[in-house]
């Protein structure tokens, strides 16, 4: 699995693939799956924290990039498209999941009043190789700290830290405008960041 720091894969070679996809040639839509369905199943796992749920939201992201891969418009990354669909997957697989939570987590409840002081560069652990970050302990607090998020927070901290997205990319993967993503964001890395807090102040 390519980490957070690795670029994404040159977007004009999607782009050249997408064009011969639609071009007649269908046969080579498995090419697509296979340069994206790792990283998929990685968001989806961050999103979920359910291998079944994961891989249920990979397959229908790729059964709707098969069906509506016609109507791709050239303009945007083949990614950033891709990615609004996996998670307008993610969202109705999390929704009807019996993993689903009861109630979320307000942030209100954790945060402290004073929110302006949280700096908005990428966290430490985010630009980290993600092989190092997602194995042991600490792994374990990042992963469920993001998990405690409510779902809007959480789509953002992934997307922007985890996936690497700009806020603009983000902001039309979510379809938001980019001040509410740096809003959310900025909430988002503050939870993060007192839960880690909490972590290094009890070892």
């Known amino acids: 699995m390519p980490s957070p720091s690795e670029k994404p894969k040159n977007d004009?070679?999607?782009?050249?693939?997408?064009?011969?996809?639609?071009?007649?040639?269908?046969?080579?839509?498995?090419?697509?799956?296979?340069?994206?369905?790792?990283?998929?199943?990685?968001?989806?796992?961050?999103?979920?924290?359910?291998?079944?749920?994961?891989?249920?939201?990979?397959?229908?992201?790729?059964?709707?990039v098969f069906k509506y891969l016609e109507g791709f418009r050239y303009e945007t990354k083949f990614r950033n498209w891709l990615y609004r669909v996996a998670t307008s997957a993610c969202l109705k697989k999390k929704r009807r999941s019996k993993y689903a939570p009861d109630r979320e987590l307000s942030l209100d409840e954790f945060l402290p009043a004073d929110e302006s002081a949280v700096s908005m560069d990428l966290p430490g652990w985010a630009s980290q190789p993600l092989d190092q970050v997602l194995d042991g302990e600490l792994a374990g607090v990042i992963r469920q700290a993001l998990l405690d998020l409510p779902e809007k927070y959480r789509l953002v901290a992934v997307l922007r830290d985890v996936e690497g997205f700009t806020t603009q990319e983000t902001a039309d993967i979510l379809d938001l405008t980019p001040t509410n993503i740096k809003v959310r964001l900025h909430r988002a890395r503050l939870f993060l960041r007192e839960a880690l807090k909490y972590y290094y102040e009890t070892e």
């Open 12 to 64: 004009d070679k999607d782009t050249e693939l997408v064009r011969a996809i639609n071009g007649g040639r269908q046969d080579l839509f498995y090419e697509l799956v296979n340069r994206y369905e790792k990283s998929l199943y990685n968001f989806g796992l961050r999103m979920c924290d359910n291998p079944s749920d994961a891989e249920d939201m990979v397959q229908d992201t790729f059964l709707n």
